[in-house]
């Protein structure tokens, strides 16, 4: 077991858990951890092949694509892997990671034109895996369809939030916020009429009194310092 350990960087006792399970359930049955590294490892791996080792730099990258991790956990995954030289890194080849769940909210609410090849086969698997998910695909792309087409009339709306309410009780308390003002919500399915332009002023206003009050501090800041010298 600590042969195993040192050769695939595992803790040893967690080769030991998966050693002496009985079963795939029996594993299961004490949670499966995953790490919010998971998604990035094939990426990192990718970088790391390239030469980049420095694990700050490899911290903001990956950063900026939504990881919400720590530098330790980072470190500590990028450790062994300095060691093993590029050729071998590359012949690895891992597995993909997990995506995020951010990164899977994307893909649902996102048009699914836009969704990347690769993406859309991992989408399929996981709706493939979860019913739950599968039913949120379906619920989330009936909602877009009536507000891209204009087709949310009280009827539709009215099958729409009871299938919602019949297959996704997590959903149940959008549903009941939408009943509180049926007329509202169906005006905005329906008619082509929207409040996006006054909202794009009420923005545009926020924005230059957000710059002016800025400004305001500085020249404030200034005249203060104006007069004390």
């Known amino acids: ?20 399970a009985s ?22 791996n990718e970088r790391m092949v390239e030469g980049q080792r420095n694990a700050t730099v490899l911290l903001g990258e990956i950063t900026e694509q939504g990881y919400t991790g720590g ?3 980072l470190a500590r995954y990028l450790r062994p892997l300095r060691r093993v030289e590029a ?14 769940v951010r990164q899977v909210t ?18 399929r698997a996981i709706r493939a895996r979860c ?6 695909v379906r619920h989330v792309a009936g909602f ?12 539709m709306l009215s099958k729409w939030m009871g299938a919602v309410d019949a297959d996704l009780p997590p959903l149940r308390s959008f549903t009941a916020g939408l009943r509180r003002d049926p007329d509202a919500v169906v005006a905005g399915l329906a008619l082509q009429y929207n ?31 104006e007069h004390r010298t």
């Open 195 to 225: 409040s996006g332009a006054v909202e794009g002023t009420v923005n545009r206003i926020k924005q230059l009194k957000t710059a002016m009050y800025r400004r305001a501090n500085c020249a404030s800041g200034y005249s203060w310092l």
């Open 131 to 136: 019913p739950e998910l599968d039913g949120a």
């Open 23 to 44: 079963s795939v359930d029996s594993l299961l049955a004490g949670g499966v951890r995953v790490s919010v590294l998971d998604s990035f490892k094939p990426y990192l």
């Open 106 to 123: 994307g893909w649902i609410t996102g048009l699914p034109g836009h969704l990347d090849p690769a993406d859309g086969e991992r989408m």
């Open 144 to 155: 877009a369809r009536m507000i891209k087409d204009l087709s949310g009339d009280e009827d």
């Open 1 to 20: 077991m600590r042969a195993i350990a040192r050769k695939l960087y595992l803790n040893f006792k967690t080769v030991r858990r998966y050693l002496y």
């Open 87 to 100: 050729a071998a890194l590359a012949a690895l080849s891992p597995l993909p990671g997990r995506p995020a």
């Open 71 to 73: 530098y330790k956990t």
